[in-house]
């Protein structure tokens, strides 16, 4: 299906920066298949862009809303599409289209607005996770409790934020789990579009990598539980933006 990238205020933008491996593909879809589930839009109403591929990304202007997926890709490593989309999210910034951010995405947009992403330092964290959330109120994420538990995986993080970002959650091994821009631009290093299902099968996919590293696949799989947080977050974000549903 050929999708049309026209903006409309009742459309959001899925710019992709990552894939699925054909096996997951063929068993689970690709990242903005889960994407859509979760937010409870169509591809007619969340088209998505690859970036990777050199295709040119939009004025931002006139969309109802941005969402950056994962990537198996290091922001630190600055490939050329990286480097594009880092240089375009300001202007989602200023155009006032609500953005969130997700993992890759998470991390560039800190990034692109003058913030940090590296290594980080406590190592690897894969499996379902505990974030907390920090004191105060947030509009996307007061819908999920104060300690909420989703999926995850990154090896990178949010090292230091953007000037004037405000820190909204943390993890055992990363302070800077999640963080609001402004009033409608936000980060999440976490995943609320994979459930446990997604990220057996990316254990199972990265087994010999994660044995390398002293890890035990098995017990990161005992370890996995289905939650609807992420879900619940994803929709939020579709109602802030006002973009309704389908």
Known sequence: MVLVMEPA???????KVGGSRPAMRAARGDYEDWFRAGLGLSPERAPALDVRDGTALPAPAGWGGVLVTGSAAMVTDRAEWSVRTAAWLPEVLRADVPLLGICYGHQLLADAMGGLAGDNPRGRQLGTVAVRRLPGED?????????FRVQATHSQSVLRLPEGAVR????????????????????????PEMDADILKRLVAQWDAPLRAEGRAPEAIVAGLEDTAHGTTILRRFVELAGLGGR
């Open 139 to 147: 509009p996307l994420l007061d819908v999920v409790p104060r300690t």
């Open 9 to 15: 205020r009742d459309r959001l933008l899925i710019v």
């Open 168 to 191: 909204l959650a943390e993890t055992d091994l990363d302070p800077n789990h999640a963080y609001r821009l402004g009033e409608r631009a936000w980060g999440l290093q976490f995943h």
